[in-house]
């Protein structure tokens, strides 16, 4: 089907941006002491927004919009899919974090919804300017939340940084598509591959293909453009920093993604030494840095980076194999992000409640946590040994179809780089078990109340754990929709 406009499949995006029109309205007659409203309304339109996800995928058939600048397939359904299931968790474990706070809650919900709009458009984006205006639409609403604590400096300083190196990542990203543009007399990706596979490429078009993807590589904090994740993780609000270790960064790979397969997949040598460099930069600075942490925020950012390593590996080896290789590099990625995506909210999530107690997010304060909330210290400690990808955890399929990308593409340089991710893998096992052993082994300060957990906040942990477990014992489920999306399943 080839509709100029298909109000079916642009209904997830009609009804958010409706939501969103209603989120604002209300928020304006709505006494102080009512706002929290604003978030139930949000969670509805997110749910409401999944269903036509849904009944797009059983109808089975790909559309394509604008003149092929906008295409709702199966690869765009499953990440919309996503997006809106981790926003929804986002809020479960805002709800009570931004209710009891000094926050304005009804603009909170409305910026979170916005950024999630642009994650949509992401996902469905075939040219070089939907694709930039999907991504800042992701990027500009959380500038404002990473300095949503308005009297906190260091949320102020997150906010500005986290501002100042998005800004530059655009203008390297922009300059880098007029050279693209420029060559290839297109914005459509379709049209920029034909002129990328073709023989006798201009060097210029190269370095537009190397900027376009160093812009992206700041947004998903891929090492060396990683310096402001930390900071701004630990300053911004924990729902905000967990937000943008997931869906955020997610957006950016996503269109990274989009970009190498549908535009520059014909011309590795622009763009697979960048992104294997990349991929291993951040899996070994990653990992090394989180070692030396002593707050668990920072530690999670510097675990993030690493994640986001290991995500880039399947990319940096995709075009060294056969077709089947190139799928299975595809599927890996995909089905990574899914499984970070669960584990790392429901992290996140354990970090919120913990510190609901302790007020402090240092590891110190971790110290014995199984005495006063055994279930909790389990649940965290469940999150903890599947982002190491220890088995029957989700994380251990992530894992394996991150090296069986690597075995596929069978080269020295996909083999070495395979090498690099099972060292790191074993480097991020030490920090992650450190943590558990704090909570498990260790003494307490103090004597400890037990952890009181919210029900919104209880219920994303929940939704979380049981995901990360399910899927570790039963991986045919998300391998399915790697497969969906890849167009194999």
Not at 454 to 460: H, M, R, S, V
Request: net charge negative; glycine share 8%; with cysteine.
């Amino acid at each position: 089907m080839n509709p100029r406009f298909d109000f079916h499949a642009l209904a997830p995006e009609l009804i958010l941006t409706g939501v969103i029109l209603v989120v604002l309205v209300v928020d304006l007659f709505l006494d102080e002491e009512e706002r929290w409203r604003t978030s139930r309304l949000a969670s509805i339109g997110l749910l409401a927004a999944l269903i036509p996800v849904i009944t797009l995928a059983v109808d089975g058939n790909d559309r394509v919009m604008f003149g092929g600048a906008y295409v709702v397939d199966d690869y765009a359904l499953v990440m919309k899919g996503f997006f809106l299931v981790a926003a929804w968790v986002t809020l479960l474990i805002s709800f009570d974090y931004i209710g009891e706070g000094d926050y304005y809650q009804g603009e909170f919900y409305f910026l979170l919804l916005t950024s999630t709009l642009g994650m949509l458009v992401i996902a469905s984006a075939r040219d070089l300017i939907t694709l930039f205006v999907a991504l800042e639409t992701i990027s500009l609403p959380t500038f404002v939340l990473a300095a949503w604590r308005k009297h906190d400096p260091e949320s102020n300083e997150a906010g500005l940084k986290y501002f100042l190196i998005g800004v530059l990542s655009s203008a390297v990203m922009l300059y880098g598509m007029s050279f693209v543009f420029g060559f290839s007399g297109s914005t459509l990706l379709s049209d920029i591959s034909t002129t990328v596979s073709a023989d006798g490429v201009a060097p210029l078009l190269l370095v537009g293909i190397f900027m376009t993807l160093v812009g992206f590589a700041f947004k998903v904090s891929a090492v060396p453009f990683h310096f402001w994740a930390p900071d701004t993780y630990e300053g911004a609000p924990t729902p905000v920093t967990a937000f943008l270790s997931v869906a955020s960064k997610a957006g950016g790979l996503v269109a990274m993604l989009t970009l190498v397969y549908a535009g520059f997949f014909g011309r590795p040598e622009a763009w697979q030494p960048v992104l294997w460099v990349m991929a291993a930069a951040s899996m070994t600075l990653g990992n090394l840095v989180a070692l030396r942490q002593t707050n668990m925020v920072r530690l999670l950012a510097y675990s993030s980076i690493a994640q986001g390593g290991f995500m880039l590996v399947p990319f940096a080896v995709a075009p060294d194999g056969s077709g089947t290789a190139a799928t299975s590099s595809f599927e890996a990625v995909v089905i990574y992000m899914l499984i970070y995506g669960a584990m790392n909210l429901g992290a996140f999530a354990c970090v919120i409640a913990i510190a609901r107690r302790t007020g402090s997010a240092e590891l110190s304060s971790y110290n014995g946590l199984i005495k006063s909330s055994p279930a909790l210290a389990v649940t965290f400690s469940l999150f903890l040994f599947s982002l190491a990808g220890i088995p029957p955890l989700a994380g251990w399929f992530a894992k394996f179809v991150m090296f069986r990308s690597v075995l596929d593409a069978g080269t020295t340089a996909a083999v070495v780089l395979g090498v690099i991710a099972a060292i790191n893998s074993v480097v991020a096992f030490f920090y992650y078990a450190g943590v558990s052993r704090r909570m498990i082994l260790e003494d307490p300060a103090e004597e400890q109340e037990p952890v009181l957990v919210p029900p919104a906040l209880n219920a994303a942990i929940a939704l979380t754990a049981l995901t990360t477990l399910v899927v570790g014992v039963y991986p045919q489920l998300f391998a399915k929709l790697g497969e969906f999306a890849a167009g194999v399943g």
